[in-house]
Nanobody
Framework: QVQLVESGGGSVQAGGSLTLSCSASRSVYLSSITYCMGWFRQAPGKQREGVATINSDGVTVYADSVKGRFTISKDYAKNTLYLQMNSLKVEDTAMYYC????????????????????WGQGTQVTVSS
């Protein structure tokens, strides 16, 4: 079974930047089998929400709250999914999760997180004022 492992979280001041990474435990799944992947986040006491998705063709979709500040990307050679986060705000504080929809190349479920069937354990991002 493929496992997703996130890293790169931490504590930064507002306006700062972080880059999250998500690696698959079995490289074949990111290099030879393309499918929809995404980043989601959940703040304490709030629902999990979508941040960004990327499909097999590299088409990206962003939540309005992060457009222009976050960038999702894939590196097939490194079998890694990234989330570059710039101009971080206090409200970006949350646990960030990498997710995969192994059944689809296109992100047919959008930000409906319950439909994604592969998840990492999460990495904490804390932004202070």
């Amino acid at each position: 079974q493929v496992q997703l492992v996130e890293s790169g979280g931490g504590s930064v001041q507002a306006g700062g930047s972080l880059t999250l990474s998500c690696s698959a435990s079995r490289s074949v799944y990111l290099s030879s089998i393309t499918y929809c992947m995404g980043w989601f986040r959940q703040a304490p006491g709030k629902q999990r929400e979508g941040v960004a998705t990327i499909n097999s063709d590299g088409v990206t979709v962003y939540a309005d709250s992060v457009k222009g500040r976050f960038t999702i990307s894939k590196d097939y050679a490194k079998n890694t999914l990234y989330l570059q986060m710039n101009s971080l705000k206090v409200e970006d504080t949350a646990m960030y999760y990498c997710a995969a929809d192994y059944a689809h190349a296109s992100c047919v479920y959008g930000f409906s997180w319950a439909m994604y069937n592969g998840w990492g354990q999460g990495t904490q991002v804390t932004v202070s004022s």
